[in-house]
């Protein structure tokens, strides 16, 4: 039985897909971060079979909950104080992300001015599908 202390302040981000939490640890910077970070990586889940579980010690505001909705909407944030659950957030796809993923398109304004910003607004909810701001590009991911 693995065994990892309960936080007195924080959050922790659970039914993660397994395997996923690193990409969260990195898209969320939490390396930026001075606070504690526990990641659990292929725990058993009698919801999911597996699950990543990652636990943060710090205020739930450095939390970007846009990032976290998009990268996976399906994620239970729950919030900790005094060691205690006092809220659990509900992820919803936010209607607007920048600088979160960029356009593929080499046409897009976006290829040539380098400093523009990366903006996608949610064109479908029930499929959620994103597409660029500039050239409307449906954002797809990349293949692994």
Same mark, same amino acid.
């Given at each position: 039985?693995?065994?990892?202390?309960?936080?007195?302040?924080?959050?922790?981000? &659970?039914?993660? +897909?397994?395997?996923? #939490?690193? /990409?969260?640890? *990195?898209?969320?910077? =939490?390396?930026? %971060? !001075?606070?504690?970070?526990?990641?659990?990586?292929?725990?058993?889940?009698?919801?999911?079979?597996?699950? &990543?579980?990652? +636990?943060?010690?710090? #205020?739930? /505001?450095?939390? *970007?909950?846009?990032? =976290?909705?998009? %990268? !996976?909407?399906?994620?239970?944030?729950?919030?900790?104080?005094?060691?205690?659950?006092?809220?659990?957030?509900?992820?919803?796809?936010?209607?607007?992300?920048?600088?979160?993923?960029?356009?593929?398109?080499?046409?897009?304004?976006?290829?040539?001015?380098?400093?523009?910003?990366?903006?996608?607004?949610?064109?479908?909810?029930?499929?959620?599908?994103?597409?660029?701001?500039?050239?409307?590009?449906?954002?797809?991911?990349?293949?692994?």
């Amino acid at each position: 039985m693995l065994n990892v202390g309960k936080i007195e302040e924080g959050f922790v981000l &659970d039914h993660i +897909k397994a395997g996923k #939490s690193l /990409d969260l640890y *990195d898209h969320l910077q =939490l390396d930026k %971060l !001075d606070c504690t970070v526990a990641i659990i990586k292929n725990a058993r889940s009698n919801k999911m079979d597996k699950k &990543d579980i990652l +636990k943060v010690e710090c #205020s739930i /505001d450095m939390l *970007d909950l846009d990032i =976290l909705a998009f %990268l !996976d909407h399906n994620i239970t944030v729950n919030v900790i104080k005094d060691g205690e659950i006092v809220e659990k957030k509900e992820l919803i796809l936010p209607k607007r992300i920048k600088n979160v993923i960029k356009c593929r398109n080499p046409r897009c304004i976006t290829s040539i001015e380098q400093g523009l910003p990366h903006i996608f607004f949610l064109s479908d909810e029930q499929k959620g599908v994103y597409r660029c701001k500039y050239c409307e590009e449906k954002y797809s991911e990349p293949a692994k």
